[in-house]
């Protein structure tokens, strides 16, 4: 069974920076996608920034230009660089992969797996 185990969360005042990782218990090369989702209270899970295996990123409006996701195969392990945090950044933030397969030409999602989150909370 793949596991995903974030760390790096915690109490930061706003204009601060974390840095969140996800190690895997398996190789990421293995994962089409990588990313981040944050879920606030009441409110839906949302993307905050993905990493495909070639590299190439996307990130949520309201995190361009603050955060960074990045990924480094030999140790398994997926980043998101947290920088100028607001108070609305305040989440619960799930590390996710996932592995693609292709059924009658189109892109599915054959396995999805979530980590159990890290919780980060920004002050004012």
């Known amino acids: 069974q793949v596991q995903l185990v974030e760390s790096g969360g915690g109490l930061v005042q706003a204009g601060g920076s974390l840095r969140l990782s996800c190690t895997a218990s398996t190789s990421i090369f293995r994962f089409n996608y990588m990313g981040w989702y944050r879920q606030a209270p009441g409110k839906q899970r949302e993307l905050v920034a993905r990493?495909?295996?070639?590299?190439?990123?996307n990130s949520a409006e309201s995190v361009k230009g603050r955060f960074s996701i990045s990924r480094d195969n030999a140790k398994n392990t997926l980043y998101l660089q947290m920088n100028s945090l607001k108070p609305e950044d305040t989440a619960v933030y799930y590390c996710n992969g996932q592995r693609l397969t292709v059924v009658a030409g189109l892109e599915t999602v054959s396995n999805d797996y979530w980590g159990q989150g890290t919780q980060v909370t920004v002050s004012s």
């Open positions: 990493i495909t295996s070639g590299g190439s990123t």
